[in-house]
């Protein structure tokens, strides 16, 4: 049987407390994930710019292929390495 008709005053702060740290947690949660679409788009950009590079790399090695052939290319002084030998 209840003998109080209200709560203490202990009880409603610690309800207060946990409701304002519940609140908190849900207000974070959104930022998260509003952070976390946030980069998602960055990502599904950085990738589709990295698969323009992509492109354009084969596509420059395939002109290089048709003009000097099957050859690499020293990245530090520029000459070419034949891979036929």
């Known amino acids: 049987m209840i003998k109080q008709k209200k709560a203490t005053k202990e009880e409603l702060q610690s309800i207060k407390n946990i409701k304002e740290q519940q609140n908190t947690l849900i207000s974070n949660l959104g930022l998260a994930e509003y952070q976390l679409k ?9 990738m589709g710019e990295l698969s323009k590079t992509e492109v354009e790399l084969d596509k420059l090695s395939n002109s290089l292929k048709e003009k000097y052939g099957d050859v690499s290319i020293d990245m530090e002084t520029g000459e070419f390495i034949n891979e036929n030998k």
Request: charged residues 35%; negative net charge; without cysteine.
């Open 38 to 46: 946030f980069l998602e788009q960055q990502k599904n950009d950085l």
